[in-house]
């Protein structure tokens, strides 16, 4: 069964840093794009950082909302997704979601799993 | 960046009503995908490939369309499908949701 269960969030002053991981199971880890993605409250969803898989080296896209400012690694090891977030600031309050990347024979890729969410809130 | 313009923003269905929530493109994308979210929930992969429902979707759902319009419809409305439902490209970086539709009952 695949599973994403994110954790790290919480409460920080604007300007502080925070890491999220997404820890994932149930699937080859390394054989994935994996992806975060954000909901400010009462919002819409926002794609944020992408991670490639093993094959294209895990090399990362971001949004250019936090492009510089956030990080999207992983620990092939432990199969942990993480999310480096600096200089945080009010405008980053969100529900934030890790989700895996499948896609088809015929080259459509979605998000097919995605996990619980977790909160982050950037408020003095 | 592609911006996706979801229409209606919000809408009211009668039980067995036909909906059609409409997804339009900035760009020409090779295909889209839907996902379905209930409030408190996380979302949830609905239609990918533009028309391919994800596994345990009611076959009521279809989806349609190419270039820079697509579809989403419910060929009966039923009390379960009341929830926001939201396009994704990933035709290109960066990858885009639209704003999304949120689906009442009446």
């Known amino acids: 069964e695949v599973k994403l269960v994110e954790y790290g969030g919480g409460l920080v002053q604007p300007g502080a840093s925070l890491r999220l991981s997404c820890e994932a199971s149930?699937?080859?880890?390394?054989?994935?794009?994996m992806e975060w993605i954000r909901q400010a409250p009462g919002k819409g969803l926002e794609w944020i950082a992408a991670?490639?898989?093993?094959?294209?080296?895990?090399?990362?896209v971001y949004s250019a909302s936090v492009k510089d400012r956030f990080t999207i690694s992983r620990d092939t090891y432990k199969s942990i997704l993480y999310l480096q977030m600096n200089t945080l600031k009010p405008e980053d309050t969100a529900i934030y979601y890790c989700?895996?990347?499948?896609?088809?024979?015929?080259?459509?890729?979605?998000?097919?799993?995605w996990g619980q969410g977790v909160m982050v809130t950037v408020s003095s | 960046e592609i911006v996706l313009t979801q229409s209606p923003t919000t809408m009211a269905a009668s039980p067995g009503e036909k909906v059609t929530l409409n997804c339009l493109a900035s760009s020409s994308v090779s295909y889209m995908n839907w996902y379905q979210q209930k409030s408190g929930a996380s979302p949830k992969l609905w239609i990918y490939g533009t028309s391919n429902l994800a596994s345990g979707v009611p076959n009521r759902f279809s989806g349609s369309g190419s270039g820079t319009s697509y579809s989403l419809t419910i060929s009966s409305m039923e009390a379960e499908d009341v929830a926001t439902y939201y396009c994704?490209?990933?035709?290109?970086?960066?990858?885009?949701f639209g704003s999304g539709t949120k689906l009442e009952i009446k």
């Open positions: 994704l490209q990933l035709s290109s970086y960066p990858l885009t």
């Open positions: 989700a895996r990347e499948s896609y088809t024979t015929d080259y459509y890729y979605y998000f097919d799993y």
């Open positions: 991670s490639r898989n093993k094959a294209n080296d895990y090399s990362t």
């Open positions: 149930g699937f080859t880890f390394s054989d994935f794009y």
